[in-house]
């Protein structure tokens, strides 16, 4: 899953960030919503953690301005004040959930799951195809119970063709899947790892199929 914070605290953003990125998460941060807004026109994210009060515009007037112009991209906001104002006020501007500084990164991650699977078509607790499972708990893929062993960009990108089965996903949206800001994104290393995938799926009955031009779909084989 790939994430964009807005934190103007650089010690806290620091901290969000490592402790994602522990967890497996791609995240880019900015420290402002000017910057927000240019990144968002250019990139896609699975959520959104904005700090509700940024300097110069709030991360209540951006997350306004997202709505409106349609976009549905879950938000997180983080709140230094867990008053029901401040709540009533995240909710009204469209925000998805909320955290209140400071928090538990359990909590943090717990809730960052809790957005992803809502926005899946079955808000359930895990997701298949055919005989592959993906568990939103602890993001783990697994084939007829045992865990399959992933590296770090692999996952991301199973993780991310799981999220959007049976759908197809462009090549460019697996390199934001699986490169932040701060790497040099490579197309060539996308075949790399679709190639290392289809032989770790290899026994299972779900695939990912090439759709030349378009991009790549996971689909369970038919019988």
């Not at 992803?116 to 119970?145: H, I, N």
């Amino acid at each position: 899953m790939k994430l964009l914070l807005v934190e103007d605290n650089a010690e806290l953003a620091h901290w969000i960030v490592s402790l994602l990125k522990a967890d497996s998460f791609i995240v880019d941060h900015v420290p402002n919503a000017e910057c927000a807004t240019s990144i968002l026109n250019q990139c896609t994210y699975d959520v959104v953690l904005l700090d509700m009060r940024l300097p110069a515009m709030s991360g209540k007037e951006l997350l306004g301005r997202l709505r409106r112009r349609g976009d549905t991209v879950p938000v997180l906001m983080l709140t230094a004040h867990g008053s029901i104002e401040d709540k009533v006020e995240c909710f009204a501007a469209g925000a998805d959930d909320f955290v209140v500084k400071p928090f538990d990164a359990r909590e943090l991650v717990a809730r960052i799951k809790a957005l992803v699977r809502r926005q899946s078509a079955q808000k359930a607790v895990a997701l298949m195809c055919g005989d592959l499972r993906y568990a939103f708990a602890t993001r783990e893929f697994s084939y007829r119970g045992a865990p399959i062993s992933l590296r770090r960009r692999e996952h991301a990108i199973l993780e991310a063709l799981i999220l959007r089965q049976d759908k197809t996903v462009s090549k460019s949206m697996l390199m934001e899947c699986i490169f932040s800001l701060d790497d040099v994104a490579s197309a060539d290393a996308i075949d790399i790892y679709i190639h290392r995938l289809r032989k770790r799926l290899a026994e299972t009955n779900a695939q990912i199929m090439t759709l030349r031009g378009l991009g790549y779909i996971l689909r369970a084989r038919e019988e």
